[in-house]
């Protein structure tokens, strides 16, 4: 059971947009940054977002992040096949005094 | 640029202990937080520890008690061991680097796959 909850799956169509939701609490999400990474099949996780809406240099701004209270959210327009991955997010939890994360999301697109 | 790479067996014994390394090429091993993940067949990312060049460590509490965490930094090089292991402990384990004013994993190696088995 991870600390941060992620929807198990999104599907959407190439082209279209797609959102994913990472579920906290005031000891994680809430007060603290929301980094997002992508992780293609067969290969390491990838930073994607950081500081809740950063991208780091050569992230494409197809992909964004925001922060409203506990939750955070992921958005990604123009979506193309090549971003089928599973994508999670990740955080400080004050309270277990480490970083956690979520339990991933698995992108299809249709 | 700066790269990880991780390094040891393979397969390890249950009740036995865990050894892995990470190389860190590319650039210096002092400052920034490097840390040790794993992600068990078709499951998520789970923290294992991270430690500083100075030598000061952050762990798990489901891990602590059976995880220690080192670097060397003659070696640019930072270690992990798990003691006890048992079939749970079958993972892709991954070293990153840590950016403690962000709390993101920026730079990862590519993982290795440790299985626990007899």
């Known amino acids: 059971q991870s600390v941060l909850t992620q929807p198990p799956s999104v599907s959407a169509a190439p082209g279209q947009k797609v959102t994913i939701s990472c579920s906290g609490s005031s000891s994680n999400i809430e007060h603290n940054y929301v980094s997002w990474y992508q992780q293609l099949p067969g290969t390491a996780p990838k930073l994607l977002i950081y500081?809740?809406?950063k991208r780091p240099s050569g992230i494409p701004d197809r992909f964004s992040g925001s922060k409203s209270g506990p939750s955070a959210t992921l958005g990604i327009t123009g979506l193309q096949t090549g971003d089928e991955a599973d994508y999670y997010c990740?955080?400080?939890?004050?309270?277990?005094?480490?970083?956690?994360f979520g339990g991933g999301t698995k992108l299809t697109v249709l | 640029q700066v790269q990880l790479q991780e390094s040891g067996p393979g397969l390890v014994k249950p009740s036995e202990t865990l050894s892995l390394t990470c190389t860190v090429s590319g650039g210096f091993i002092s400052t920034y937080y490097w840390t040790w993940i794993r992600q068990p067949p078709g499951k998520g990312l789970e923290l294992i520890a991270y430690i500083r060049y100075s030598g000061s460590t952050n762990y798990n509490p489901s891990l602590k008690s059976r995880v220690t965490i080192s670097v060397d930094t003659s070696k640019n090089q930072f270690s992990l061991k798990l003691n006890s292991v048992t079939a749970a402990d079958t993972a892709i384990y991954y070293c990153a680097r840590r950016i403690a004013s962000t709390d993101a994993f920026d730079i990862w190696g590519q993982g290795t796959m440790v299985t626990v088995s007899s």
């Open positions: 500081e809740n809406n």
């Open positions: 990740g955080t400080w939890d004050s309270s277990l005094n480490t970083p956690v």
